[in-house]
């Protein structure tokens, strides 16, 4: 029995990338051809299965109902994005490159990067719990990035463009500015060369982790029950750090996937209600705005809030 | 009585001789895994876990050990290569392909990511030389009288010769768009052009490629036969195996083998076999008919050894390894 994963980017590979890459004189790159389409592959089965799941619950059990689903459009362009096109293949050519080679190089300076498996030999052989205990420290350190991400304003205006959408569903997850996803990037990179992160090994659990970050983003009343909203994050509860009044400096519920960080730091809100989302001192063009028009807008809020303030001529 | 007892040893013998077979190790890079796989039943029988992404292997020339590189884990492992038990953990950066010379003085360590040829010396794994070489140093071969290592620069579609005493560049010239695998052979030097069609044909003293010789697209690993009397040619993109006269160099025959044909090993029966990067199996070819089984491994399966060979200890081949 092999992995229908497996079969389906080896066939991507063999009959589509491979045959290309040598088509164009970039074979040096084949090496990493089977990674990117694995990762494609994972992906569309993520867009598949968010698709299957959650459409139907945002369709027989909404909070909101919108007369025009126009700005979701946008939203599906940043998902396809990220979770199967191009996003992923810069990250592989270029991201995981410099990562093996800064890696290699602090280990020659006498500093071999640490990996969780090394340090706790008992969790080699252990897939499952190997992951989750990847999982946990990568979401502390999700937790941290999100929390100060509101902190600072001209991190905030890029951020401002996940919260911008006034019309939130379960494709709303992946829309952020480049330049923040590139900040994601560079803080993931860090905390790999402190504990390690395994680049491919664990697909199938990657998958159910992002599929749960799209369902808390899905426009339908869904909490998992007291219980169960203190082990996962429910769509209840990460609406609530989307909702208008949240939006900026003083939110709640920054966590992605497990609510503990949130708890332990006090910023868990358990109680509210479903309240309607967005960000009302956001620039239109992020809420509305067609992809680049986002982008745009994210970026001149960046550099305006980088910018010196303009002294005034008494 | 003494009938049933002569039957019972000879059924014992029977069962021992076949599982005294040996183990094929075959290395899953994405999966992160070497898939150990009994030659006999031709199954696999167990996973071992490493880090991050092994890809090639090496077998030390005391036979003791089984070298496999794990390069974003930055670590050597030492296998038993009758069990696959791990016994040693080395810290390398970026060990991508490795071989030992002919000689057995020194093991020559490639950083594809890190564009660094590293040598070691063999006795102690003491770093002697680390020659920056730009880029992509991918596969690697050695002068028989191994003063010389040759190796491939897959990102800049050249061939470095580097003496091994002084770690010093000799020459470094074009051969071919990214060249993979480099085979002495004959005073010649073979050199698969992964980004082309064929391989090409170097002078060792000079680096002058002589002649070209079509074999497939996407020409990637050579082998030459146990018995030295053909050349095996692992075409990549057209998912073939080139098969050339050892003497003339000449195609005598082309098999389809699909799925992105990559290491290849002897059996002990006299067939391939061979690690298909992108059918996550290992195809176990009888070069005469041109079938092939398939055996199902780990994702992606790239470096390929079996312990099999006659010059190894094989008192222990196929028995079950203590638990790791
Ligand atoms: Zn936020
Ligand atoms: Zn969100």
Same mark, same amino acid.
């Given at each position: 029995m092999s992995d229908p994963f497996d079969t389906l980017a080896g066939w991507l590979s063999e009959h589509l990338l491979i045959p290309l890459l040598w088509q164009v004189g970039l074979m040096r790159w084949e090496d990493l051809a089977y990674g990117w389409a694995l990762f494609a592959t994972y992906g569309a089965m993520q867009v598949a299965l968010m698709y299957a799941i959650c459409l139907p619950l945002e369709r027989? #059990?909404?909070?909101?109902?919108?007369?025009?689903?126009?700005?979701?459009?946008?939203?599906?362009?940043?998902?396809?994005?990220?979770?199967?096109?191009? %996003?992923?293949?810069?990250?592989?050519? %270029?991201?995981?490159?410099?990562?093996?080679?800064? *890696?290699?190089?602090?280990?020659?300076?006498?500093?071999? +990067? +640490?990996?969780?498996?090394?340090?706790?030999?008992?969790?080699?052989?252990?897939? !499952?719990?190997?992951?989750?205990?990847?999982?946990? !420290?990568?979401?502390?350190?999700?937790?941290?990035?999100?929390? %100060?991400?509101?902190? #600072?304003?001209?991190?905030?205006?890029?951020?401002? @463009?996940?919260?911008?959408?006034?019309?939130?569903?379960?494709? *709303?997850?992946?829309? =952020?500015?480049?330049?923040?996803?590139?900040?994601?990037?560079?803080?993931?990179?860090?905390?790999?060369?402190?504990?390690?992160?395994?680049?491919?090994?664990?697909?199938?659990?990657?998958?159910?982790?992002?599929?749960?970050?799209?369902?808390?983003?899905? =426009?339908?009343?869904? *909490?998992? &029950?007291?219980?169960?909203?203190?082990?996962?994050?429910?769509?209840?509860?990460?609406?609530?750090?989307?909702?208008?009044?949240?939006? $900026?400096?003083? *939110?709640?519920?920054? $966590?992605?996937?497990?609510?503990?960080?949130?708890?332990?730091? &006090?910023?868990?809100?358990?109680?509210?209600?479903?309240? +309607?989302? &967005?960000?009302?001192?956001? +620039?239109?063009? %992020?809420?509305? $705005?067609?992809?680049?028009?986002?982008?745009?807008? &994210? @970026?001149?809020?960046? !550099?305006?809030a980088l910018a010196p303030p303009r002294r005034h001529l008494s | 009585m003494p009938r049933t007892m002569l039957f019972l040893t000879l059924f014992l013998l029977g069962a021992a001789a076949a599982r005294a077979q040996g183990l094929a190790f075959v290395i899953d890079s994405a999966g992160a895994a070497v898939s150990v796989v009994d030659v006999g039943s031709e199954r696999e029988i167990r996973r071992i876990p490493v880090l991050r992404e092994p890809h090639h292997m090496a077998l030390t020339p005391d036979h003791r050990f089984l070298l496999i590189g794990d390069t974003t884990g930055n670590e050597l492992l030492f296998l038993d290569p009758r069990t696959g038990e791990i016994l040693r953990r080395l810290t390398v950066s970026d060990p991508y392909q490795l071989q030992f010379s002919p000689d057995g003085k020194w093991l020559v360590v490639n950083g594809l990511a890190r564009n660094q040829v590293d040598i070691f010396d063999a006795k102690d794994y003491h770093l002697v030389h680390r020659v920056a070489l730009k880029s992509m140093p991918s596969h690697l071969n050695f002068s028989p009288d191994s003063s010389t290592v040759y190796i491939t620069l897959q990102g800049t579609d050249r061939l470095a010769a580097i003496a091994l005493g002084s770690g010093a560049v000799l020459w470094n010239t074009e051969v071919g768009e990214t060249p993979a695998a480099v085979l002495w052979h004959q005073g010649r030097l073979l050199v698969a052009v992964m980004g082309g069609n064929g391989i090409s044909v170097v002078d060792p003293a000079t680096g002058v490629v002589r002649a070209r010789i079509p074999t497939g697209r996407g020409a990637h690993n050579l082998f030459l036969s146990p018995d030295?009397? /053909?050349?095996?040619?692992?075409?990549? /993109?057209?998912?073939?195996?080139?098969?050339?006269?050892?003497?003339?160099?000449k195609v005598t025959r082309e098999i389809r083998v699909p799925g992105g044909p990559d290491d290849l090993d002897f059996g002990p029966d006299g067939r391939l076999w061979i690690s298909r990067r992108f059918a996550h199996s290992v195809a176990v070819l009888d070069p005469v008919s041109g079938h092939y089984d398939v055996i199902e491994v780990g994702r992606s399966p790239h470096g390929i050894w079996l312990n099999t060979h006659d010059h190894l200890p094989r008192a222990l081949a196929g028995t079950a390894p203590p638990h790791s």
């Amino acid at each position: 029995m092999s992995d229908p994963f497996d079969t389906l980017a080896g066939w991507l590979s063999e009959h589509l990338l491979i045959p290309l890459l040598w088509q164009v004189g970039l074979m040096r790159w084949e090496d990493l051809a089977y990674g990117w389409a694995l990762f494609a592959t994972y992906g569309a089965m993520q867009v598949a299965l968010m698709y299957a799941i959650c459409l139907p619950l945002e369709r027989f #059990f909404p909070i909101e109902r919108w007369p025009d689903h126009r700005v979701e459009l946008t939203d599906m362009f940043y998902t396809v994005l990220a979770r199967v096109g191009l %996003l992923p293949l810069v990250t592989f050519v %270029l991201f995981f490159r410099v990562q093996v080679a800064f *890696s290699g190089w602090l280990t020659d300076h006498g500093y071999v +990067p +640490p990996t969780l498996e090394r340090a706790i030999p008992g969790l080699l052989g252990h897939p !499952i719990l190997t992951f989750l205990a990847y999982a946990l !420290i990568l979401d502390f350190a999700d937790y941290w990035r999100h929390r %100060l991400s509101h902190r #600072f304003r001209w991190w905030y205006a890029l951020h401002a @463009l996940h919260h911008a959408q006034r019309q939130m569903t379960f494709w *709303s997850d992946d829309r =952020n500015h480049l330049l923040d996803d590139l900040i994601a990037a560079l803080w993931f990179g860090v905390i790999a060369l402190g504990v390690g992160v395994p680049p491919l090994q664990f697909p199938l659990l990657v998958l159910v982790l992002r599929f749960l970050e799209s369902l808390s983003h899905a =426009n339908t009343r869904l *909490s998992f &029950g007291w219980l169960g909203e203190r082990l996962l994050i429910s769509p209840r509860f990460h609406r609530v750090h989307h909702a208008a009044r949240a939006a $900026g400096k003083q *939110s709640c519920n920054y $966590g992605a996937v497990f609510p503990y960080w949130d708890m332990l730091f &006090g910023t868990a809100d358990f109680t509210t209600q479903y309240a +309607p989302t &967005g960000d009302p001192r956001a +620039p239109e063009a %992020l809420a509305s $705005g067609g992809y680049l028009a986002q982008q745009w807008a &994210g @970026l001149q809020g960046f !550099i305006q809030a980088l910018a010196p303030p303009r002294r005034h001529l008494s | 009585m003494p009938r049933t007892m002569l039957f019972l040893t000879l059924f014992l013998l029977g069962a021992a001789a076949a599982r005294a077979q040996g183990l094929a190790f075959v290395i899953d890079s994405a999966g992160a895994a070497v898939s150990v796989v009994d030659v006999g039943s031709e199954r696999e029988i167990r996973r071992i876990p490493v880090l991050r992404e092994p890809h090639h292997m090496a077998l030390t020339p005391d036979h003791r050990f089984l070298l496999i590189g794990d390069t974003t884990g930055n670590e050597l492992l030492f296998l038993d290569p009758r069990t696959g038990e791990i016994l040693r953990r080395l810290t390398v950066s970026d060990p991508y392909q490795l071989q030992f010379s002919p000689d057995g003085k020194w093991l020559v360590v490639n950083g594809l990511a890190r564009n660094q040829v590293d040598i070691f010396d063999a006795k102690d794994y003491h770093l002697v030389h680390r020659v920056a070489l730009k880029s992509m140093p991918s596969h690697l071969n050695f002068s028989p009288d191994s003063s010389t290592v040759y190796i491939t620069l897959q990102g800049t579609d050249r061939l470095a010769a580097i003496a091994l005493g002084s770690g010093a560049v000799l020459w470094n010239t074009e051969v071919g768009e990214t060249p993979a695998a480099v085979l002495w052979h004959q005073g010649r030097l073979l050199v698969a052009v992964m980004g082309g069609n064929g391989i090409s044909v170097v002078d060792p003293a000079t680096g002058v490629v002589r002649a070209r010789i079509p074999t497939g697209r996407g020409a990637h690993n050579l082998f030459l036969s146990p018995d030295g009397k /053909v050349i095996y040619v692992t075409n990549r /993109v057209d998912g073939t195996l080139a098969v050339l006269d050892a003497q003339s160099l000449k195609v005598t025959r082309e098999i389809r083998v699909p799925g992105g044909p990559d290491d290849l090993d002897f059996g002990p029966d006299g067939r391939l076999w061979i690690s298909r990067r992108f059918a996550h199996s290992v195809a176990v070819l009888d070069p005469v008919s041109g079938h092939y089984d398939v055996i199902e491994v780990g994702r992606s399966p790239h470096g390929i050894w079996l312990n099999t060979h006659d010059h190894l200890p094989r008192a222990l081949a196929g028995t079950a390894p203590p638990h790791s």
